[in-house]
């Protein structure tokens, strides 16, 4: 097999950026929304280090819900989409427009941490997915702020010219969400919306305990899809774009496949949503030497100290 079929995506390491822009009770919806991508993405291998959170509120901790630091996407509670592992990069009031664009574009301030970092380079698929209140041509955030989908298109541009990525998959559910990828101009770019430009997004279904929907239409039957992949499906984007049609999503589903250069049904699911490695076995043995084993410094000396060694405090307490 040769090289180019071998790598054949052309990317060597995934990462996702997944926002939900509502804040309060009533856009619970929305948090379930974003920690159920963020479950998928996890589940086929993406590791935290490479997912940047944004949650613009705390519903598992919201003083209405009846059952504390949980989130389900389901009326059923089947699955509990916090869980015990969720890593929220940007929670409350740093989710704004300044920081998701921040965080696209790599100009962060120097004190801003690398989990807080979206830290792809040439070779990175990147997966952007949004979810919240929209309109044409914009998308909410925190009730207060929006961004553009010329500001959105400009911050991808940005990323193009400095090389943050190979292929992006857009992802947005939201009010006239094919509004904000209709401004897009930069290659390699794969994206998805679950309205048309003067269509509404619909929830799915209301969870009667807690009085408020749990999840929206179109994500619902994006995640019904999901959880049939496994790390190494063969399923293609081609059958993920048309997941959730008419008669299901009472949205039309909107996608553009213009700026992207290869063809959608012959690229993995796994291209954006996992992280899987290529290996190649080899049946040779390879022989490493040990570079440190004949590295002894002049200073040092084959005196060996009887004295156990420990690990030093972390936080020294004083005595």
């Known amino acids: 097999t040769s090289p180019e079929e071998f790598f054949k995506s052309g990317h060597t390491n995934n990462w996702a950026v997944l926002v939900d822009t509502s804040r309060f009770w009533f856009n619970y919806r929305h948090v379930a929304n974003v920690l159920s991508i963020y479950r998928s993405c996890k589940r086929l291998g993406i590791p935290d280090s490479r997912i940047i959170l944004m949650v613009a509120d705390d519903m598992a901790c919201n003083p209405r819900n009846p059952r504390p630091a949980t989130v389900f996407n389901n009326a059923n509670n089947q699955i509990n989409v916090y869980g015990d592992d969720v890593e929220v990069d940007y929670r409350g009031y740093e989710v704004t427009v300044e920081n998701f664009i921040r965080v696209l574009t790599g100009r962060l301030p120097p004190s801003t941490p690398r989990s807080k970092r979206l830290l792809s380079d040439e070779h990175s698929n990147v997966l952007v997915y949004m979810t919240g209140h929209g309109g044409d041509g914009f998308l909410k955030f925190q009730d207060a702020e929006e ?155 084959d005196v060996k100290s009887d004295k156990p060694l420990s690990y030093a405090q972390q936080f020294p307490m004083p005595v």
């Open 147 to 301: 961004i553009s989908n010329v500001e959105l298109a400009d911050a991808f541009e940005q990323m193009w010219q400095k090389r943050r990525y190979h292929e992006v998959f857009f992802m947005i559910d939201t009010c006239q969400a094919e509004s904000m990828f209709q401004k897009f101009y930069s290659p390699n770019i794969l994206a998805v919306a679950s309205s048309k430009v003067g269509e509404d997004s619909l929830s799915h279904h209301v969870d009667p305990s807690i009085g408020v929907y749990v999840i929206d239409r179109y994500t619902y039957y994006a995640l019904e899809f999901l959880e049939t992949v496994t790390p190494g499906s063969k399923k293609t984007m081609g059958q993920f774009l048309e997941v959730c049609p008419k008669y299901q999503c009472i949205s039309t589903v909107a996608k553009r496949t213009d700026l992207f250069r290869r063809d959608v049904n012959k690229v993995l699911l796994t291209d954006f949503f996992g992280s899987v490695r290529n290996v190649e076995l080899l049946p040779d043995s390879i022989h490493l030497q040990n570079a440190t084993l004949h590295t002894h410094s002049e200073d040092s000396s």
